[in-house]
Structures are given as structure tokens and as C-alpha cells.
């Protein structure tokens, strides 16, 4: 008896050893490497806060992300450059009122900056008239950490150019339309380079958008189609909250997500900010980063 059990024990250590050398030798998978975190945010503060509503609003989107996107925050430029110099994140609030209002910032700790840029997108109602011209602005940066590329696109539509889902006809609603694609053409653009994420206030009920399913608003252009493309954080963790605006759920954070075997970044949750003074909620999403 004690032969057969010494034999047994001999046969189970060379399987337990045959198996650990096959192991060895194949492929981590993705959820086996090295993964670091971060997050990313977006928030619309209102431009017609007063200077201690806005810093309030400024101060509590930062303390819960590493990159944010703004809206509607051109007309506090200055006093924005000052905040980013003296709290160490990177500014990027290109040009005028307009086109600072989609400011980008980043922590200087995790992030540093390999390269920035601004597109004219269109004017909403004509050349110089009210609402003012849209821009789609983005930075790019280097992961410390991880090493890796990411790209930050933050846009702001034009208000007022749906109803349940459905386009209303005016010239607003073009240039949304003519922003979306943009938008989607510049995250194409920049994931062939490394990891793309895209925030800002879109305008857009994303419920109602994914009902009517209108062929130039965000659902089509962005999310309907097949993988390698942007997926929202409500497509992929549902709707959370009462909504950013109201009970509408307006404001975004995308990530291009790729086939499995090619994705190095992952959107792992996310989270609705209240307690704003502005008029909107923010949204914080959590992503994994493989170094």
C-alpha cells in the first residue's frame, strides 16, 4: 500500500510540473498584465456663474479626475490658466471665447503633453451670429505610467436641435450634425496612433437618441455600428441617476474600443457628479490602462 500511494504521489507532482511548464509557455492574457488606472472627466460648467460658483464647480470635477474635458468656460480663460499653473495640471484652452470654451485639462503628474490641436467645426446659425461657432479641440498625451499614447477630444453641440430623439430642422442642426462627424472622423484619425477618448456635452438624449436612432446624431455616428468604434459610457454601464441635464442624460465620455485581442485600455465604470452649481451634472469614467 505505501508503494502505490509513494507512486501516486511521484505521478501527481510530474503532471502538477507538466502542466506548470505549459502555462509558462503560452500567452498572458490581456487581464494578466500589468494594468494602471485613471480617470476621465466632463463636465459643462455655466458660463454665467459667478467666479466662486465656477471655482467651486472647477475644484470638485478635479478632485475626482486626472483628465478633464470643459464647456462653456472661455470666458474664465485667464483665471483658468492661473488655476492650472498653480494646482499642476496641464492647460489647453486654445484661441478666443469660443474656442477656449472646450478646455482640456490634464494632471502634470500622470500626464504629459505630446501634441494639441483645434478644428473649426462650423457656425451654428451663420457666420457670427448667436449661438456662437463650434470647435473640436484635443490633446494628446503620454501616459507615465503605462507609457501609452492617449488622445482627449472635448467638443460642445449646439442646444435645442432635438426632440425625443428626433432632429429638428434648422440650421443648428446641420452643423451638430457636421460636429458629430467630426468628431468621429478625428477619433479615427488619432486611434491609429494610441487610445482615444472623447467627452463633452453632446446635446443629445442618449435614451431617446438610441429609440429614434436618426442617422447623423450620436448613436448612428458613433456607437451602432460594428467594433473597432466609440462606445459611450451609458452604452456600456447603462444610465445611471436621474440624468446630466435635468432628466436628460446629455453629457458623455467615449472610448475607442477595438477588437479584444488589440484593446489596451478599457472603460471600467463610471460616475454622475452632482452637487454642481452649474446647470449639469459631471461625469467621471474609470478606465485600465495595460503598460
Known amino acids: 500500500m505505501r508503494e502505490t500511494v509513494n507512486w501516486s504521489a511521484r505521478a501527481l507532482g510530474a503532471l502538477a510540473g507538466a502542466v506548470a511548464l505549459v502555462a509558462a509557455l503560452l500567452p498572458a492574457t490581456p487581464a494578466a498584465a500589468a494594468n494602471t488606472a485613471f480617470k476621465a472627466a466632463t463636465l459643462n460648467i455655466y458660463y454665467g456663474l459667478s467666479q466662486a460658483d465656477f471655482a467651486h464647480d472647477l475644484n470638485l470635477i478635479a478632485s475626482k479626475a ?52 483645434s ?53 443648428r442642426t446641420r452643423c451638430a450634425e457636421a ?24 446635446n443629445v438624449d442618449f435614451s431617446a437618441d438610441r429609440s429614434y436612432g436618426y442617422a447623423k446624431f450620436p448613436w448612428q455616428v458613433f456607437e451602432a ?3 473597432p468604434n466609440l462606445r459611450s459610457n451609458y452604452n456600456l454601464y447603462g444610465e445611471q441617476g436621474t440624468g446630466t441635464h435635468g432628466n436628460r442624460h446629455i453629457d458623455y465620455v467615449y472610448f475607442w474600443k477595438r477588437l479584444p485581442d488589440y484593446q489596451r485600455m478599457w472603460m471600467t465604470g463610471y460616475d454622475i457628479v452632482g452637487g454642481t452649481r452649474s446647470d449639469h451634472n459631471g461625469v467621471v469614467a474609470t478606465f485600465s490602462i495595460q503598460s
Open 66 to 117: 486626472d483628465l478633464v474635458g470643459l464647456n462653456e468656460v472661455g470666458n474664465r480663460k485667464a483665471f483658468l490658466e492661473g488655476w492650472a499653473a498653480d494646482n499642476g495640471w496641464w492647460l489647453y484652452a486654445p484661441g478666443g471665447t469660443n474656442q477656449a470654451g472646450e478646455t482640456l485639462i490634464a494632471r502634470k503628474n500622470m500626464f504629459d503633453v505630446l501634441d494639441k490641436g
Open 119 to 171: 478644428i473649426f467645426v462650423c457656425d451654428t446659425n451663420g457666420p457670427g451670429e448667436v449661438p456662437p461657432a463650434r470647435y473640436n479641440n484635443w490633446v494628446t498625451y503620454r501616459h507615465k505610467t503605462s507609457g501609452r499614447t492617449v488622445t482627449h477630444i472635448n467638443a460642445h453641440a449646439v442646444a435645442g436641435i432635438e426632440a425625443a430623439g428626433q432632429p429638428q430642422d434648422l440650421p
Open 179 to 202: 460636429q458629430f462627424q467630426a468628431l468621429k472622423d478625428l477619433a479615427v484619425a488619432k486611434q491609429g496612433t494610441g487610445q482615444v477618448i472623447v467627452s463633452g456635452d453632446l
Open 225 to 227: 455600428n460594428e467594433l
